[in-house]
């Protein structure tokens, strides 16, 4: 056997984490799964922080927390598993430095998507000033529905953004009101990171979210977007 007919790798590499995209058989491969934090002034309140434009902070998600199987096993070591749903934001360019009025050329489309959060685990994490990865960084925590092309919907900036357990309204807002919208959030995150092609970004919540148990229907919704509805498992 020669050198190029051996493995190259000295374990079987994990599947590309991927989602599906709207209206078509074609997948999108998930490189970084980023997050804003308290991007909605009402969801900081309710988590007992000032509402007022502090600078926006983000934490990261593994790609493989990503699934698109309308499943969410509930995960183990916690007692209180939270829902979040979130505008995601799908990149097809990277770059760095980005110019706010360039940022928008770089997104390849949009979809819905749940930061699921142990949330007990991450108040526990916050309380020693320790990582969050405990509460938001496990196994399933970011289902998310197909992806729509900004090239057939455009870029999103207003719509509703919803989200029900078992035909029960829990969240409600408006994409309008992220403190931080779109473009800034792509610029600062560039300032920071070489952004890559396949990166998602999770843009935030709105007020209103609680703990989910197995058997739920979770049931979120975006103005204009197909339905993502979850079942806890």
């Known amino acids: ?7 190259r790798y000295v374990i079987t590499p994990p599947p590309q984490a991927a989602l599906p995209v709207q209206g078509s058989d ?96 991450q108040a526990e994490a916050k309380k020693l000033g320790r990582p969050w990865e405990i509460g938001k960084n496990f196994a399933h925590s970011a ?6 092309p900004a090239s057939e919907i455009g870029h999103p900036a207003a719509g509703a953004i919803t989200l029900d357990v078992n035909g029960q309204r829990r969240q409600s807002g408006d994409l309008n009101q992220m403190i931080w919208k779109i473009p800034e959030v792509i610029a600062t995150l560039s300032r920071w990171f070489q952004l890559q092609p396949g990166d998602i970004i999770m843009t ?24 993502l509805d979850i079942r806890v498992t």
Request: aromatic share 8%; proline share 10%.
């Open 143 to 148: 289902p998310c529905g197909p992806l729509s």
């Open 26 to 121: 074609r997948l999108f491969p998930v490189n970084r799964v980023f997050c804003i934090g308290r991007n909605y002034a009402a969801h900081a309140v309710e988590m007992g922080h000032d509402p007022d434009r502090e600078p926006p902070f983000f934490f990261l998600k593994s790609a493989d927390c990503v699934t698109a199987d309308g499943t969410f096993p509930y995960p183990p070591g916690s007692q209180d598993v939270q829902h979040e749903v979130e505008l995601v934001v799908a990149l097809g360019l990277g770059g760095r430095d980005i110019p706010v009025e360039a940022a928008l050329s770089h997104v390849w489309g949009y979809g819905i998507g749940l930061d699921m959060t142990r949330r007990d685990l």
């Open 204 to 227: 935030g919540t709105p007020a209103g979210v609680g703990a989910v148990s197995p058997g739920d229907l979770i049931q979120a919704r975006i103005a204009g977007f197909a339905a």
């Open 1 to 7: 056997m020669t050198e190029s007919d051996s493995p």
